[in-house]
Nanobody
Framework: QVQLGESGGGLVQAGGSLRLSCTAS????????MGWFRQAPGKEREFVAS????????TYADSVKGRITISRDNAKNTVYLQMNSLKPEDTALYYC?????????????????WGQGTQVTVSS
């Protein structure tokens, strides 16, 4: 059984930065694509970013492109989300997820394992 644990969330002022981490335990995910999703209060969960198994391919939601970077360290079984130039509308619970396949995906239904989420709050 795979468990994903997110960390790095917190309260930050608009324009600030945060780096989220997601570490897998239970088995290696070096062959799995990973993704980040977020859910703001009163809204549905939405795609943020995804990365292929080897980090060679990434995809981003238009709303975060240019401000957010997804990366991974397979030796540490960890995926990261570097968030810069944060805006109040980035406030949400951020989830990481793992696919059973190695290619990135924007679709939540493609992901097999999910973490519990880490809260990001951006004040104006």
């Amino acid at each position: 059984q795979v468990q994903l644990g997110e960390s790095g969330g917190g309260l930050v002022q608009a324009g600030g930065s945060l780096r989220l981490s997601c570490t897998a335990s239970g088995r290696t995910l070096s062959s799995a694509a990973m993704g980040w999703f977020r859910q703001a209060p009163g809204k549905e969960r939405e795609f943020v970013a995804s990365i292929s198994w080897n980090g060679g391919s990434t995809t981003y939601a238009d709303s975060v492109k240019g401000r957010i970077t997804i990366s991974r360290d397979n030796a540490k079984n960890t995926v990261y989300l570097q968030m810069n130039s944060l805006k109040p509308e980035d406030t949400a619970l951020y989830y990481c997820a793992a696919r059973g396949l190695g290619s990135p995906s924007r679709s939540q239904s493609d992901y097999k394992y999910w973490g519990q989420g880490t809260q990001v709050t951006v004040s104006s």
